[in-house]
C-alpha cells in the first residue's frame, strides 16, 4: 500500500513538472560589446517575452555607464572587467538602452544620453 501510495505522488509531480501551461519563462542570454562608442555587429533591438529571465553581459572598450530605461537598471561598465545586468522581464515595451558619459564617469547632472540598442518585451 505504501508503494502505491509513493508511486501515485511520482506520478502527480512529474505531470506537473512536466505540463505546468501558462508559465514557459525562459532564460535569454545576449552579449553585447562595445567599441568607438558604438554596439559591434547587427545587433539593434533585443527581443525576449514577458517572464522571460534576461541576462545582459556588456563589454567595452572604454568605461561608460550603460542606463536601461524603463526597468532602470544602471551601471558602469570598464575595460576588461565582465559586467552584468541581469533581471525579469516583467513589463511589456520598447524600452532604449543608452550611454551616459563615454570615458569619464557623469559629472553631477550630466544626463547626455547615447542611445545604443532598445530592447523589447513582447507580451507572452
Ligand atoms: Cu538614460
Known amino acids: 500500500m505504501r508503494v502505491f501510495w509513493s508511486g501515485l505522488c511520482l506520478l ?14 525562459e532564460e535569454q542570454s545576449f552579449t553585447i560589446n562595445i567599441r568607438n562608442r558604438a554596439v559591434q555587429g547587427d545587433m539593434d533591438v533585443l527581443r525576449v517575452k514577458q517572464g522571460d529571465r534576461v541576462t545582459l553581459w556588456w563589454m567595452t572598450d572604454e568605461t561608460v555607464t550603460i542606463h536601461l530605461h524603463g526597468y ?14 541581469t533581471f525579469q522581464a516583467y513589463a511589456t515595451g520598447r524600452y532604449p ?25 513582447l507580451p507572452r
Open 12 to 25: 502527480v509531480l512529474a505531470a506537473w513538472l512536466t505540463g505546468c501551461p501558462g508559465t514557459g519563462s
Open 72 to 85: 532602470d537598471i544602471e551601471q558602469v561598465v570598464k575595460p576588461g572587467v565582465s559586467s552584468v545586468f
Open 97 to 121: 538602452i543608452t550611454a551616459h558619459a563615454f570615458g569619464n564617469l557623469p559629472a553631477a547632472g550630466d544626463q547626455q544620453e547615447i542611445p545604443l540598442l532598445y530592447l523589447e518585451v
